[in-house]
């Protein structure tokens, strides 16, 4: 069976997206030894900074029988440096809407670009670039598998299926479309895109059921959730200070760190916790605002900021943790559920602290967070469960203090559902049910 996976987000870039289809391409070949797997990507400049390899993402690699890229093209230079110039991120679609006198002229300009609904010129570019690079190639493909985002492995997957109806086509999500923060009239263009470029999929999959997608009518829609890979799984170790870690990316108020600094700062004032043995360890590209968010809960003496760090890194600084903390946001068009950082962390066997904003209480995390042997506050509910996040800390604090280490009890067959090797196997059933008629 041959499969073509297009992804924008692969190895070896290192991105908590790249994980994904990395480890189900790698898991299925390991399972099923008769695939042959081609990955379609755009080229990556890897100069430490905006993009990075991830090393351990770059030794699955062996498990891709062919690696296509779409080397950068002189237009995608040209807006890239474009974009780069200018303070505001508006593609030239965006400046052409914005002179448009009326509802009715901007939606022909929409329609003219084979763009309605798709989110930044970027996409059109590579899209151009992956029918270019497809055309004089021998397409024997029995599958194709394209994952948002970015959208343009959408576009080219529903080009393929169109010219090859026989290809099994899955549409996979691992976030939504559209977006709350879009804006009325970019949400209204956006939530067309499921319905218009994704209607010839055999399958859509998506990480969590409540995932927003206004998929087509009769769509066949599953769940397909990320997760971790056993194999690189590190053993836990002993805190040698009290710390509570945090390795990603920080959305501003979006996602709020500051909560766990004002609990250390009320611990402090308690005088339950000796702040020069607790430490919250910041590691990512938004060092300035974990700063901030320290610095408005007066909580400096708590921050340690490590910059930008490898997967590999990030991992030991886990493995080495009191505490894993975990951000998300709950509101009507976005759901946090277990993310990619989540699945990191079930491999640490660590305590997680989940915080979560947004105005909708009772996220699903605050529902299973005692499968991961954790605790769950929620901003909406912030006088029920700050009470908890703050005990929680004093609790392993304590342990931690009186045994040296911490323990964690969980729920290791819920765990277990996780492991890319399982959801390697739901893809493999998938594909094997369409051709059986059963989809």
């Known amino acids: 069976m041959k499969i073509l996976i297009v992804s924008e987000y692969i190895a070896p870039l290192q991105a908590i997206a790249s994980i994904r289809w990395t480890k189900i391409a790698k898991y299925l070949k390991i399972s099923h030894s008769n695939i042959h797997i081609t990955v379609l990507t755009n080229e990556k400049i890897f100069d430490g900074n905006n993009q990075r390899k991830d090393l351990m993402l770059e030794k699955d690699m062996c498990f891709f029988d062919e690696y296509w890229q779409l080397s950068k093209s002189n237009m995608l230079k040209k807006y890239e440096a474009i974009k780069k110039k200018n303070s505001s991120s508006v593609s ?18 929409l329609k003219k670009e084979g763009l309605l609904g ?10 151009s670039q992956a029918k270019q690079f497809l055309k004089d190639r021998q397409f024997d493909f029995d599958v194709v598998i394209s994952t948002y985002g970015p959208a343009w492995p959408h576009l080219v997957a529903e080009r393929i299926k169109k010219k090859h109806p026989s290809i099994f086509w899955i549409a996979d999500f691992r976030d939504p479309y559209a977006k709350e923060t879009d804006g009325p009239f ?21 990480v969590t059921d409540d995932l927003y997608l206004n998929e087509p009518e009769n769509a066949v829609v599953k769940m397909l959730p990320n997760g971790y890979d056993p194999q690189e799984a590190l053993m836990p170790l002993a805190p040698p200070i009290f710390s509570l870690v945090f390795t990603g990316t920080l ?9 766990v600094f004002q609990a250390l700062k009320d611990l402090q004032c308690e005088k339950k916790i000796n702040p020069k043995t607790v430490r919250l360890i910041y590691a ?5 605002i974990a700063q901030n968010f320290s610095k408005k809960h007066d909580a400096e003496c708590f921050i340690d900021n490590r910059g930008i760090v ?4 990030a991992m030991h600084i886990q493995q080495n ?8 946001w709950n509101n009507e068009h976005e759901k946090s559920f277990w993310t990619g950082k989540t699945y990191e962390y079930m491999m640490a066997n660590k305590p997680i602290l989940y915080i979560m904003t947004g105005n909708i209480p009772n996220s699903a995390p605050s529902q299973n967070i005692h499968h991961l042997g954790g605790v769950c506050y929620e901003q909406c509910r912030h006088k029920e469960t700050y009470p908890l996040l703050k005990q929680y800390i004093l609790d392993k604090y304590e342990e931690w203090k009186r045994t040296g280490n911490v323990s964690v009890q969980r729920d290791e067959e819920y765990v277990q559902q996780y492991s890319y090797a399982n959801i390697a196997e739901s893809v493999w059933k998938l594909i094997c049910s369409q051709e059986k008629g059963r989809v």
């Open 284 to 288: 990512g590209a938004q060092g300035a």
């Open 310 to 313: 490898s997967r590999e890194d």
């Open 118 to 127: 798709v989110r930044d010129i970027k996409e059109k570019i590579l899209f």
């Open 251 to 259: 959305y501003g108020e979006q996602t709020d760190l500051g909560v």
């Open 92 to 109: 030239a679609i965006q400046i052409e809407i914005q002179q448009c006198s009326s509802k009715g002229s901007l939606v022909q300009i």
């Open 321 to 328: 943790a009191a505490i894993l903390i975990q951000l998300g």
């Open 186 to 206: 970019s949400f209204w263009r956006h939530n067309l895109f499921v319905k218009r470029h994704c209607i010839a999929a055999d399958v859509i999959t998506r």
